[in-house]
């Protein structure tokens, strides 16, 4: 129902209640001014289509307003009952929000508690890696350490049945041109080669012998530069680890000696005129 239609059905309901009004007024005066009248059924029979009992002032019957004024007032029943019905629709929709509100508020709080966990972890995790990091180095120089006593002799023959200490001592008074007096007084822990023996094998296994005596295992060392332009080589043992950062170090100490800078590697630190070098992108 539209708020025209509702104007016109007011303003048809008003002219109605006025003309009953009206009609009541002029019926009490014309009792008043004259004698009753008794009306016989043929009178009634013969009243005018257009009384006031029948017509309205629009010149529509009663009747007809009435029914349509009933299939507006059902048609607007109709109508409340839509809204009743999209009223509980809304109803339930704003529980519905309100409910998926609490849950999204839940849901944040605990994200914020799994943030602040995996935050907790991570910190954890950072700390632990840099224990293990300490803890790694720590082995890796008690495993130098282990070794310092320790040359690698590399070239050498090998065969069948061969006693290592002795070849290791034959090597050092041929090729390293020690005095056999000297080479008789060497005392090792222990000698033996290195790895498996691999049948077809291009080159011999290296020797590690380890010294008793500091002193005799730097004596021997020095004796290094007898081997130059042959196929033998004498140097330290060193961890898988710190092997791999002097590879590194290595073409940087040519390279600054061309320069003519004095550099020297010890185990796995560079030093350069007397100074620590520091390269975090190439030294550890």
Not at 2 to 11: G, I, Q
Not at 62 to 85: C, N, P, Q
Request: with cysteine; aromatic share 6%.
């Amino acid at each position: 129902m539209n708020s025209e239609d509702s104007e016109e059905n007011l303003e048809t309901l008003q002219e109605y209640i006025d003309w009953c009004f009206d009609v009541i007024v002029m019926k009490k005066n014309q009792n008043a001014c004259s004698p009753v009248k008794s009306e016989t059924a043929s009178s009634k029979r013969s009243r005018p289509a257009d009384s006031p009992e029948t017509t309205s002032p629009t010149g529509k019957s009663f009747t007809d307003i009435l029914d349509s004024i009933d299939k507006r007032l059902s048609s607007f029943d109709a109508r409340l009952s839509l809204v009743e019905i999209l009223h509980r629709e809304f109803k339930s929709l704003r529980e519905s929000l309100e409910f998926s509100q609490q849950q999204v508020e839940t849901l944040a709080a605990e994200n914020a508690s799994l943030r602040d966990s995996v935050k907790s972890l991570t910190e954890n995790v950072t700390h632990l890696n840099e224990e293990n990091k300490k803890i790694k180095e720590t082995v890796i120089d008690l495993q130098a350490r282990s070794m310092r006593d320790n040359l690698v002799f590399s070239g050498i023959p090998e065969s069948a049945e061969e006693d290592a200490e002795a070849t290791v001592k034959s090597f050092i008074k041929t090729y390293l041109k020690l005095p056999e007096d000297t080479v008789e007084n060497i005392c090792f822990e222990r000698v033996h080669r290195l790895g498996a023996k691999k049948p077809g094998a291009p080159r011999p296994r290296p020797i590690v012998a380890k010294f008793g005596y500091f002193k005799q295992k730097e004596q021997v060392k020095s004796r290094g530069r007898e081997l130059k332009g042959t196929d033998f080589s004498v140097n330290d043992q060193f961890p898988k680890e710190i092997l791999e950062r002097r590879k590194v170090l290595f073409p940087i100490r040519r390279s600054l000696i061309q320069k003519g800078s004095r550099a020297v590697i010890a185990v796995d630190r560079l030093y350069v005129d007397g100074r620590l070098y520091r390269d975090v992108s190439t030294t550890p």
